[in-house]
């Protein structure tokens, strides 16, 4: 049950509070200070009017002149201290926001982001902004309004009994308001949410798709679908501006008949002297403190929907599953040995899909050996390459690496003695930390050791900051041969036990790629390694070949160089 109720919007925000309960605790105990000290301002001037309709100006005027303004000075005092608790908690959910994402995105299962733009999804970090700011209004502005109006409510109940009434009415509307308009208010506002990173996501692939647009110089297709985004999302701000606006009409026809009502009832009071003037004058400057707080709820609702939009925007994040921990690591292997894998009747299907990508696969490669499996890109290769790098779990059959189940391998240590090129790519950042990656097994040695490896000396060299050159835009102005190079000099680094290529230098030189694929292949290089090609000079230098067509694999014998060429595929 409480598992549910933490599902709902309240239940997040609750959640939230609770993990910061020890600095909302002393936030609130400053505030709780302050609304006692800010009462002291009525219950003056009560004072003050008795001692002045008597005639009496003495050192009691002064003195409570003085309680006064020292009362407003620790009031602000506490306010400051208030908000570097705030603070606080804003620079504590940014960091743990951030670090809790940079931590879950790597452990993400690759099925359950099928269908996404990851990229796009975290754009969901942005609503961190929405939600510190939100949370700081809701715990110093909403905190001193609620103080007040209980600590108002209090102290009239002692100037008589009917101001109780007064109290418990007030109270019921303003729950009832909130209960009635709250969900609307609370949808509209993820809609809006929904098309502002909608209309985000299509200026993202605009400029990502720059050229296409510059080129279809007549196309209508950005201003036709910005125009659909902008719609939708201005006609979500009418709605929920709609709930606003009620919220804030219920509060003006509220306050005018309280207000009124309370004037009354005061004047009445006064005339059959069950108060005093100076009462009379404290109540109703403690009733326009209690209205004024009152308006401040309603008014900031929008906070509220805010933080709650926030927070139900940054879990879509939290709710994509992580892998599975596993215990059985690769560490026991001896430094050099080679691994053996195996595959016996593996099956795999795409969520929502009838067809099998991989049909009862058997396949048996030997420590060290060199295969190459052929097929076009929609044979299935790309499911067999994510299962045997632990990406895709949802398979049937065997997948053994060293006789060891994938299944009950820790995906981080297997990533360690695996390596693939398929869907690498460059990042904002020096050519030394593109190749590096901050692995703290990868000294510079390896890493001028692999780019040598792919050819990339002399390039290297030439480069006016060498190693430090910093690739903006993750290397977008680099020819596509250099960057797969570079991720090629990447992913050996390691000395991966296992390398997986897929069409491995398939932009560069065939000179460039023969002389990169003699070193992979010969002792220098001394792993396991799969090609994924139809590339022939790839093919003559395997051990075994096999053909992938339609998710079925089958075994080919190692074919003349003159063959090389009408293997069918």
């Known amino acids: 049950m409480a598992s549910n109720t933490n599902n709902t919007p309240l239940g997040k925000l609750f959640a939230l509070l609770n993990s910061l309960r020890r600095e909302i605790w002393y936030i609130m105990i400053y505030a709780s200070i302050a609304g006692i000290i800010s009462l002291s301002l009525p219950l003056g001037i009560q004072s003050m009017i008795g001692f002045v309709s008597s005639g009496q100006v003495s050192t009691s005027v002064v003195v ?45 299962r690759l099925e359950s982001l099928m269908g996404t733009n990851p990229p796009e999804l975290m754009n969901r970090f942005f609503d961190i902004i929405s939600l510190q700011k ?7 502005d909403f905190s001193a309004a609620l103080l007040q109006i209980i600590f108002g409510l209090i102290l009239l109940s002692f100037y008589h009994p009917y101001f109780i009434f007064f109290g418990i009415f007030l109270v019921a509307i303003l729950i009832l308001v909130i209960r009635f308009t709250g969900p609307q208010g609370l949808k509209s506002s993820l809609t809006e949410s929904k098309y502002k990173y909608q209309m985000a996501n299509w200026l993202q692939q605009m400029a990502k798709s720059i050229r296409s647009f510059k080129i279809m110089g007549n196309s209508s297709l950005g201003l036709s679908k910005t125009d659909y985004f902008v719609s939708q999302y201005l006609q979500a701000r009418k709605e929920h501006f709609k709930v606003l606006v ?5 509060f003006v026809g509220f306050k005018t008949f309280i207000t009124g009502g309370l004037l009354v009832l005061g004047c009445i009071l006064v005339i059959n002297q069950e108060i005093n003037i100076g009462q009379f004058v404290a109540s109703e400057i403690i009733i326009i403190l209690m209205m004024a707080a009152v308006e401040k709820l309603l008014v900031k609702l929008d906070v509220v929907y805010d933080v709650l939009t ?21 560490d026991h292997l001896p430094a050099g040995q080679h691994v053996s894998i195996e595959l016996k009747n593996l099956s795999y299907r795409s969520k929502g899909s009838r067809h099998y990508d991989l049909h009862n696969l058997n396949l048996q490669i030997s420590p060290g050996n060199k295969i190459s499996i052929s097929g076009t890109d929609t044979s299935g290769k790309m499911a067999l390459i994510q299962i045997l790098l632990g990406l895709l779990q949802e398979y049937e059959g065997v997948v053994a690496i060293n006789t060891i189940s994938m299944r009950d391998i820790n995906r981080e240590s297997l990533h360690e003695y695996t390596a693939n090129n398929s869907e690498e790519s460059l990042f904002d950042g020096t050519l030394l930390e593109n190749i590096q990656m901050n692995r703290s097994n990868i000294s510079l040695h390896d890493v001028i050791w692999a780019l040598d490896m792919a050819g990339l000396t002399e390039y290297v060299q030439e480069l006016p900051n060498g190693l430090e050159t910093y690739l903006s835009g993750g290397g977008a102005w680099l020819p596509e041969s250099i960057v797969q190079q570079l991720i090629l000099a990447r992913i050996i680094a390691e000395k991966p036990r296992l390398l997986i290529l897929d069409n491995l230098l398939d932009k560069a030189e065939r000179k460039l790629r023969k002389q990169v694929l003699g070193r992979l292949t010969g002792n220098e290089f001394n792993s396991t390694i799969i090609f994924f090609s139809n590339d022939p000079d790839i093919l003559s230098l395997c051990d075994q070949i096999f053909v992938m067509k339609d998710g079925v694999l089958s075994n080919q014998t190692i074919p003349e160089a003159d063959e090389l060429t009408t293997i069918k595929i």
């Open 134 to 140: 939100g949370i700081a209004k809701m715990l110093i």
């Open 64 to 108: 409570l002149i003085a309680f006064i303004l020292i009362g407003i000075m620790v009031t602000g005092g506490l306010t400051i201290m208030q908000l570097y608790l705030v603070e606080h908690i804003q620079q504590k959910l940014y960091a743990s926001t951030a670090f809790e994402f940079a931590h879950r995105v790597p452990k993400m």
């Open 246 to 250: 009620t919220q804030y009409l219920s």
């Open 310 to 330: 926030s927070l139900e925007k940054l879990d879509q994040v939290r709710q994509v599953p992580l892998e599975e921990e596993r215990n059985i690591t690769l």
